[in-house]
């Protein structure tokens, strides 16, 4: 089928401009102020993640997934340096799971081309205009998916692309350009860089698979507040029409509500986020329910979309791999689904955004300490402390430098500093791992609960929180890994020893629950008919 004009969120001529790309000035997010458009971008990760949970549902064979590893693309995990350290494992053993969603804006396929792009794109490095971090909790029972704006500034670090070996050199740019600079794995460098997270994959997908996906539930139920036309005298607009109320939506259609941003709200990238999250929650609801997926010739159509659609880094590249997770996924009930955006604010002239100063970190620390953004996890009552049960002079203690960063770069001898700090105190025994680390958060872990009062001991002679001191069912020992909220000094600052840990995300989060129903798109007054 082929597509007029007035399906492309860009010029009425149907050519595409992009002042995206690497080298470029950034395009401003808000008050309809861009000058140039490069629109006709969807949320093309919602196929994937739909496609996971599919996988893991539909009882298809063994021998049909293997025959699919083949439409996998593949790539490396992280092209920086920072090289953060994979969370420990809780008391029970388990961890928490990031994946990092991107949908890229490719256009070099002639499917993609046919879906929604200009033959003048054709060649050029694909941005990555829709990112998300899909964070699931240790024991499974809640997620999280916290969107990033595309034109978020940040600091992209040195990547290495590892197929040319092109060196990027590092610098300040809208993040969807990271892309650009080597692949997937620099995006992922870059949010490791940012918000301090571990990730442990990501998934890429381009324009292909979204309508069959649409298609293969039967439609994804949708709402607007008023009759909208995603469409004006200038050529914006993603062609979207559709009058007050709740709608059933697919193929095409599902494409231009996951692509429009002149109709929604403030008409920026914002607005779209929030209606791409409505959108997946109710496709979420839609695969939890089974909806319509019980006939194999649409399952099978839709499997083969999804996976040749899809980038992944290595340690997901296989379909068994995507199974296991479809699983996991589908562990988490739709009530403890939360989808969220970065709070942000306006750079200098109001053509980019930054992350909000406090309000962004809390987010990123809810997940680094695996917190739900709801609001909604088990409360433990308080009981008393544990005391120490080891004389200090025999408390094997190792302190370790979690420093490291490709942006700050490391302090060196910070693990030494405590340690002598330590012994000061009476901790003697206390020694140091060499091996230099990143990590965000100071924290102490214990293996074992008759090591409880001891680790609290240790924290509180530092000045650090409680909530510092994890049990872990690998840790031998006590160990104090030194982070990158502690630069300096031998005495944990106080001011960030007095920050209390959020329990649930801020207001400017927006956070949208995956069992609200009632969720409605504000449609702009300009694009109403």
């Known amino acids: ?35 140039r458009r490069r629109g006709r971008r969807v949320l093309r990760w919602t196929a994937g993640i739909a496609a996971l949970l599919v996988l893991g549902t539909a009882g298809a064979g063994y021998l049909y997934y ?103 050199p590092q610098t300040t740019a809208p993040i969807n350009q990271s892309l650009q600079h080597g692949g997937p794995g620099c995006t992922v460098a870059t949010w490791k860089e940012l918000t301090g997270i571990y990730i442990d994959h990501f998934m890429m997908i381009d324009f292909a698979g979204v309508v069959d996906m649409a298609d293969a539930v039967g439609g ?29 939506i ?39 329910a089974g909806t319509k997926l019980t006939d194999p010739g649409k399952l099978q159509a839709l499997a083969e979309a999804a996976t040749k659609a899809l980038t992944v880094d290595d340690g997901l590249g296989s379909v068994k791999k995507l199974y296991d997770l479809g699983g996991d996924l589908n562990r988490v009930p739709v009530k403890r689904v939360t989808m969220a955006t ?51 002079d025999q408390l094997q203690i190792t302190v370790q430098n979690g420093t490291n960063g490709a942006i700050q770069g490391p302090v060196v001898g910070r693990a030494s500093a405590v340690q002598g700090q330590l012994a000061t105190l009476g901790y003697t025994a206390a020694g140091t ?22 680790a609290l001991a240790v924290a509180k002679a530092l000045g650090l929180p409680k909530s510092a001191v994890k049990e872990s069912s690998s840790a031998q020992g006590i160990r104090l890994v030194v982070g990158n909220d502690w630069r300096t000094g031998t005495t944990y600052p106080k001011a960030a020893g007095g920050k209390q840990q959020a329990e649930k995300a801020p207001e400017s989060a927006d956070a949208l629950n995956g069992e609200d129903k009632k969720a409605c798109m504000k449609v702009n007054p300009g694009y109403t008919f």
């Not at 494409?255 to 959108?279: S, V």
């Not at 109001?350 to 917190?371: C, H, W």
């Not at 230099?436 to 001891?454: P, S």
């Open 1 to 35: 089928m082929g597509w007029d004009d007035s399906l492309y969120e860009g010029r009425s001529d149907g050519q595409h401009v992009d002042d995206g790309a690497a080298g470029g000035p950034a395009e401003p997010v808000g008050r309809g102020r861009r000058k």
């Open 66 to 168: 293997e025959h699919l590893n083949g439409n996998l693309r593949k790539g490396a995990l992280d092209l920086g340096a920072g090289g953060l350290k994979k969370p420990e494992p809780n008391a029970f053993g388990q961890t928490p799971m990031n994946i990092l969603l991107l949908g890229s804006d490719s256009r070099n396929s002639k499917a993609n081309l046919k879906l929604g792009g200009a033959k003048a794109d054709v060649g050029r490095k694909p941005l990555a205009d829709v990112q998300m971090l899909l964070h699931v909790s240790a024991d499974r029972s809640s997620m999280s998916v916290l969107s990033i704006p595309r034109d978020t500034r940040v600091t992209i670090p040195k990547c290495t692309d590892p197929k040319s070996g092109d060196v990027y």
């Open 220 to 248: 994804v139920p949708v709402c607007v507040d008023d009759n909208i036309y995603s469409h004006d005298s200038k050529g914006h607009g993603s062609g979207l029409k559709l009058t007050k109320g709740d709608h059933n």
């Open 250 to 288: 697919k193929g095409v259609q599902a494409l231009q509500w996951l692509r429009t941003r002149y109709g929604f709200e403030d008409n920026t990238d914002i607005g779209r986020a929030k209606a791409q999250h409505m959108y997946m929650n109710s496709m979420i609801r839609q695969l939890k």
């Open 342 to 392: 970065m709070p942000w604010s306006y750079g200098p002239g109001e053509s980019y955004v930054i992350p909000k100063p406090g309000d962004a970190e809390q987010v990123f620390a809810m997940l680094r300490n695996d917190t739900a953004l709801d609001g909604k996890d088990e409360k433990k009552k308080p009981a008393a402390d544990p005391k120490a049960t080891t004389a200090k």
């Open 433 to 454: 791992d060499a091996t230099l680390i990143a990590q965000a958060d100071t924290t102490i872990t214990y293996g074992g609960k008759d090591a409880e009062g001891d």
